[in-house]
């Protein structure tokens, strides 16, 4: 069974940090995606990385606050968000597709976590 947990969640102050992990289980995805939903808005693209190698892509509205990076030795992703705003309050997301290449498209993704809200106060 394909399983795909967010953790980390929680509230924090404008200006700090936060981070999320993607725990994966049940299959090897060729890349994995982080996307993000406030009440009333699209899912929105947040960041990828692909595991075969190469950077990760953001963003425009996170690229240098966050980075997202892969921890092998537990089937991790994780989200480090940095210099948070309260626009960066949401429901966050992992999502994971088998090919390498990094998609901005959430129709491209086909197995999903269930999400975990980040609450940042002003």
């Known amino acids: 069974q394909v399983q795909l947990v967010e953790s980390g969640g929680g509230e924090v102050q404008t200006g700090g940090s936060r981070r999320l992990s993607c725990t994966i289980s049940g299959r090897t995805f060729g890349s994995l995606g982080w996307f993000r939903q406030a009440p009333g808005q699209e899912r929105q693209f947040v960041g990828g990385i692909s595991f075969a190698g190469g950077s990760p892509v953001y963003g425009d509205s996170v690229k240098g606050r966050f980075t997202i990076y892969i921890d092998n030795a537990d089937n991790t992703v994780h989200l480090q968000m940095n210099s948070l705003k309260p626009d960066d309050t949401a429901i966050y997301y992992c999502?994971?597709?088998?090919?390498?290449?990094?998609?901005?498209?959430?129709?491209?993704?086909?197995?999903w976590g269930q999400g975990t809200q980040v609450t940042v106060s002003s």
């Open positions: 999502a994971g597709r088998s090919a390498t290449v990094i998609s901005r498209a959430k129709s491209q993704y086909r197995s």
